[in-house]
């Protein structure tokens, strides 16, 4: 081997090296960048509360219950009372029968079916009265009761919250009831439930019979 070709084999070697150099420079700066990894979700964390449990055991809605009871109490002694009134009134009416005339007995009869439609709405109107009281007595309970779960749930870093009737089967450590309990009896110990008033057989509602008659006392304007 000559003196020159031996000298020729390195600088061909090192031109190689720095084409192929190149190449690699250049499908590295043509590659695509790699996807980015998903956002880390953060680790599930549930609680669990017993609704049901909290307005059955609470001291607020055990007060609210006792209210309700004594207004049930006072309802049906009045309507007790109203009832006897129409019984005694028909059987005055049916001893009547003989001597009466028949438009005279048909009128009293009239007007006794009358007072019985009354009592029926009577009894109606005071069952949807306390059906609507104590509906919203349990809305305030349930406002505090809602902001309760929401501070113990920002506290445990909590992201999910069940009620205890949507679940068949969990783990109890996740069971807060008696925390929210504590808390609520703590904040809300004491309820006065605002009674509806029912509305009477004429069929407006008490509050809007002042204003009715208010209207109805204005002086009407004279057209100039």
């Not at 609470?58 to 004594?70: D, F, G, L, N």
């Not at 129409?86 to 007007?111: N, P």
């Not at 509602?205 to 204005?218: E, G, I, L, T, V």
């Amino acid at each position: 081997m000559s003196p020159r070709r031996a000298g020729f084999a390195p600088l061909g070697l090192t031109l190689l090296v720095l084409l192929l150099g190149g190449v690699g420079a250049a499908w590295a700066q043509q590659a695509p960048p790699a996807p980015a990894s998903p956002p880390t979700q953060p680790p599930l964390t549930i609680m669990v509360v017993d609704v049901q449990a909290l307005l059955q055991n609470s001291k607020s809605a055990k007060m609210v219950r006792q209210q309700i009871e004594q207004k049930r109490a006072e309802y049906a002694k009045e309507i007790s009372h109203q009832e006897e009134t129409l019984r005694q009134e028909r059987d005055a009416l049916q001893r009547q029968q003989a001597s009466l005339s028949a438009d005279a007995l048909s009128q009293k009869g009239r007007e006794f079916q009358q007072k019985v439609n009354d009592l029926d709405r009577n009894v109606q109107s005071k069952r949807q009265a306390l059906e609507r009281s104590n509906a919203e007595a349990l809305e305030k309970i349930q406002e505090v009761m809602l902001k309760i779960i929401t501070d113990i749930a920002k506290d445990r870093k909590a992201n999910m919250v069940f009620q205890r009737s949507e679940l068949v089967l969990f783990d109890q450590n996740y069971d807060v009831t008696d925390e929210v309990l504590q808390k609520l009896d703590e904040q809300l110990p004491t309820l006065t439930v605002n009674f509806v008033a029912p509305t009477p057989p004429g069929g407006q509602s008490p509050a809007a019979q002042p204003a009715a008659a208010a209207a109805d006392q204005a002086p009407s304007k004279k057209k100039k």
